[in-house]
């Protein structure tokens, strides 16, 4: 596809009914610090930049949304942690609660200095999760802010990078697959250390003489856009792009654990985007 700028003019041209902005960048008023104490700080003037930090004392640190939604679009604008991330994770994520709960992830895994970032997303219903998509992404996530955004939609879940779309899963409960439609979910994201895992497996531990770690959120925004269904040509044609270049990992194609548990349903049956493309 040549030289793909990443710009809003690139339009996703979701079908898009009228948006009410429930939230409006405003972290004061939008979010709750649920951990880390002073490890998370809200600065600026109207509130509009949060940053989260991690060193050995903390653990890190998260916040969660003052409401919860039943579908909508959900847009945060982040920074990640620059040079040696190893063993970090940044996320931003809706989950509802308890043990049958439902969460659409964006884990972001940190790793040495050179190397890129892995974007980690997964899709649970029911409590039933294993539907991981891994990507890396067409830039360097730490020199500037980008935009990360989830549709949610009674169709569809669209994950989105500035504006662009890498993943798509649809709503095929016709055929047995749970789709995350009945319960309302909160908007969390956190800064957390994962060394047992986050980095080639667990194998790349953090290093500690490289904290503090911050990352950083702004212009969170939440709509209740529900009305918004799927991908036009246009999307679909971005969609296949990113998935051809930069998806590094597809739960349809892990022949391991098909093997183990059979090939899930929504991989080779009907309109999902999880098919190979």
């Known amino acids: 596809m040549g030289n793909l700028r990443v710009s809003s003019i690139l339009l996703l041209s979701l079908v898009v009914g009228s948006i009410i902005a429930a939230f409006a960048n405003n972290f004061h008023q939008d979010v709750e610090i649920t951990w880390g104490g002073s490890h998370a700080q809200i600065l600026g003037r109207r509130g509009n930049l949060l940053t989260l930090t991690m060193d050995k004392t903390s653990g890190g640190a998260g916040f969660e949304s003052t409401k919860d ?50 974007l980690h997303t997964n899709v ?87 904290a503090p770690f911050t990352a950083c959120y702004r212009n969170f925004v939440a709509s209740n856009a529900w009305e918004m269904q799927g991908l036009s040509a246009r999307g679909r044609k971005l969609l296949t792009w990113v998935q051809k270049r930069y998806r590094i990992y597809n739960y349809c194609n892990d022949l391991k654990r098909n093997q183990r548990h059979g090939r899930p349903p929504e991989c080779s049956h009907g309109p999902s985007e999880t098919r190979d493309n």
């Open 124 to 210: 649970f219903s029911h409590g039933q999760g294993g539907r991981e998509e891994e990507f890396h992404l067409w830039f360097d996530p730490t020199k500037h802010f980008h935009a990360y955004s989830i549709v949610w939609n009674p169709q569809n879940i669209i994950i989105l990078v500035d504006n662009i779309p890498i993943r798509a899963f649809s709503n095929q409960e016709s055929i047995g697959v749970p789709y995350p439609n009945h319960q309302r979910m909160k908007v969390y994201a956190s800064l957390w250390d994962a060394d047992d895992w986050a980095t080639r497996g667990g194998r790349v531990k953090t290093d500690w003489s490289k």
């Open 69 to 118: 939604f039943l579908f909508g679009r959900f847009n945060m604008q982040m920074k990640l942690i620059a040079g040696n991330s190893a063993g970090t994770v940044t996320t931003f994520y809706l989950s509802s609660e308890g043990p049958s709960h439902d969460e659409i992830d964006l884990e972001f895994l940190g790793n040495k200095s050179g190397a890129p970032y892995t």
